[in-house]
């Protein structure tokens, strides 16, 4: 079962940057058909901000293009979501998922409070 373990959030002003990290333990990401970046503000539902396919295409949320980057590094196990121009309204709990199907795989989230 793959494991997945995010940091990287925090508070940051408004304008700032954060890079969020998600290392996967017991397979490579390369193994993985799809990996990504979710978020979920307070009573809202969880969305996808940025993914990245097996084969390194990625696709983002229209909010977030222009200012976030999802990347991997293989030799670390490890993607990564750098995120620029921070707006409030990128506050949420971010969640790193695997989708290998039929299987969907979470991390714990971690905290993004962007102050304006």
């Known amino acids: 079962q793959v494991q997945l373990v995010e940091s990287g959030g925090g508070l940051v002003q408004a304008g700032g940057s954060l890079r969020l990290s998600c290392e996967a333990s017991?397979?490579?990401?390369?193994?993985?058909?799809?990996m990504g970046w979710h978020r979920q503000a307070p009573g809202k539902q969880r969305e996808l901000v940025a993914g990245i396919t097996r084969g390194g295409s990625t696709n983002y949320e229209d909010s977030v293009k222009g200012r976030f980057t999802i990347s991997r590094d293989s030799a670390k196990n490890t993607v990564y979501l750098q995120m620029n121009s921070l707006k409030p309204e990128d506050t949420a709990v971010y969640y790193c998922n695997a989708q290998d199907f039929p299987y969907a795989y979470w991390g714990q989230g971690t905290q993004v409070t962007v102050s304006s």
């Open positions: 017991v397979i490579s990401i390369l193994n993985i058909n799809s």
